[in-house]
């Protein structure tokens, strides 16, 4: 995988190539994304090498990973599970590596992978989607592509599912797992990961989850799938919210979405636990100001004693749109969010709805902005 990764990436530096496709996850960066983004382009190069006349020169496939060289760190359950499959930071490509606006021209195909909406900063890009593979409900507002662009968008538990089956509906496919098991089990962690291994609880896994998860253990040939499946889970949670390092700043870094002006990181430790770490009001305001919001919406998660959620609305320049927003989130009902005041002042709650992710949130935080411009 390493010896494909680096030849890919020698190509790039030496443009020994007549096309480029390039493969973008989304820039929180997720295990889904990176790993979608990674796999895919290994597949594609593989594809292109195996089908490719010889002193075809060929086209090459890059995969981007959506998020600073120096915040890599950040992502520790991406970090973790490309390293333990041998897949070390000088064998991928950062956001920062590549001036994408120079190396895109008329021959570009760009793949969107877990997600479909383009950062603004990417906006640029939109003529040269060719293919996107996601797994959120369509938002037709924001839908600038070209009508040829092929899709493959489908409400599942994860993106991952989608790239196990478009891997699948090539007829070699199923020859380039055998090729590159690591791929397999990359694919197979990110949905045990994003399911969290099928929990009732959590409600994201579908049939087709289910029935990729079982495709990959047979391409693995593994054997005590249960119990590799709970290791999985377990290595795997334990990665992602292995934070112990990480200040506060860091944190409020790690995995983040800015809508407008309101600042929405999440956090792999509940936000009660966060806002006692030395100096977090002061990171928050830091951080505000360097992204130019006025609130913070701050989302915690726990599953050390099964699966806990809290939220704070935070904004230390205007306390009125505290109160605004932490009403409006308590008031919402798409779905309704369950949200407990735990203090006086209704900024900090425990979320009982524990399917509601930031996914959950993004819509509302949407009307709750369309609202305030009337
Ligand atoms: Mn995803």
């Not at 995995?255 to 928050?284: G, H, R, T």
Request: with cysteine; aromatic share 6%; hydrophobic share 40%.
């Amino acid at each position: 995988m390493n010896e494909l990764l680096t030849t890919t990436l020698c190509k790039l530096k030496s443009n020994k190539y007549s096309q480029l496709n390039i493969v973008i996850g989304n820039e929180s960066c997720d295990l889904d994304s990176a790993v979608c983004s990674v796999v895919l382009a290994t597949f594609l190069n593989w594809l292109e090498i195996h089908n490719k006349e010889e002193n075809d020169i060929g086209c090459v496939t890059i995969s981007i990973l959506d998020v600073a060289r120096e915040d890599y760190p950040l992502k520790t359950e991406v970090a973790y599970c490309l390293k333990e499959c041998g897949i070390t930071e000088n064998n991928l490509l950062f956001r920062d590596d590549v001036n994408l606006k120079e190396l895109v021209n008329n021959q570009t195909n760009i793949t969107l992978v877990d997600h479909h909406v383009l950062a603004k900063r990417l906006d640029f890009l939109t003529p040269y989607i060719k293919e996107i593979v996601d797994h959120r409900p369509l938002d037709k507002q924001q839908w600038n592509y070209n009508n040829d662009v092929k899709t493959l968008i489908k409400i599942v538990g994860s993106c991952a599912t989608l790239i196990v089956q478009r891997i699948q509906s090539v007829a070699k496919g199923i020859e380039f797992f055998n090729t590159y098991p690591v791929c397999a089990d990359l694919l197979h962690s990110v949905i045990i990961l994003d399911t969290v291994n099928f929990s009732k609880e959590v409600n994201k896994a579908t049939p087709l989850d289910m029935e990729m998860v079982d495709y990959l253990e047979s391409v693995l040939k593994l054997e005590n799938c249960e119990q590799t499946r709970q290791l999985k889970l377990e290595q795997l949670l334990k990665a992602r919210s292995d934070v112990t390092s990480l200040t506060p700043s860091q944190l409020l870094r790690k995995d983040s979405k800015i809508l407008e002006d309101v600042f929405v990181p999440s956090f792999p430790i509940l936000v009660k636990e966060f806002l006692q770490k030395p100096n977090a009001l002061e990171a928050v305001s830091e951080a505000l100001n360097t992204k130019n919001c006025t609130v913070a919406v701050l989302l915690g998660m726990d599953l050390s004693e099964g699966l806990k959620r809290d939220v704070a609305v935070l904004s230390p320049s205007c306390p009125d749109k505290v109160i605004k927003l932490a009403k409006f989130l308590q008031d919402w009902s798409h779905p309704n969010l369950e949200l407990v005041p735990e203090t006086q002042n209704c900024v900090y709650f425990k979320q009982n709805n524990l399917a509601a992710s930031r996914k959950q949130y993004m819509p509302a935080l949407n009307e709750y902005l369309n609202n305030c411009k009337q």
